[in-house]
């Protein structure tokens, strides 16, 4: 399995962005989707997760209201539309997968640990 994130990039504070998740090798349809975020300094952070089908989604609470994570099956590829940018949203942004996807999406999704496969990370900064 491999991921790759891209549609980083460096915008304005109230500017959106879109980034993309392409999964290749991935057919489980039981698995789960999720973006994390590491601003500089600090540990990598939750931000939202799918569950493959597209049925179930969860948020951070810093994030949600203003992200929308998304899933086109057709291409393998998981979408994080961001609107309502600020400067704390400067981060790298990674894709992950978990090919299990034990539990509930709200209680495990979270868990960076459970997460079987990691994109690369594609740089965010948010200008105020």
């Known amino acids: 399995v491999q991921l790759q994130a891209s549609g980083g990039g460096l915008v304005q504070a109230g500017g959106s962005l879109r980034l993309s998740c392409a999964a290749s090798g991935l057919t489980g349809s039981s698995s789960r989707m999720a973006w994390f975020r590491q601003a500089p300094g600090k540990e990598r952070s939750f931000v939202a997760a799918?569950?493959?089908?597209?049925?179930?989604?969860h948020y951070s609470d810093s994030v949600k209201g203003r992200f929308t994570i998304s899933g086109d099956n057709a291409k393998n590829t998981v979408y994080l539309q961001m609107n309502s940018l600020r400067p704390e949203d400067t981060a790298v942004y990674y894709c992950?997968?978990?090919?299990?996807?034990?539990?509930?999406?709200?209680?495990?999704?979270?868990?960076?640990?459970?997460?079987?496969?990691w994109g690369q990370g594609t740089q965010v900064t948010v200008s105020s």
């Open positions: 992950a997968a978990d090919v299990q996807a034990f539990g509930q999406l709200r209680t495990y999704s979270g868990m960076d640990f459970l997460y079987d496969y």
């Open positions: 799918i569950t493959w089908s597209g049925s179930s989604t």
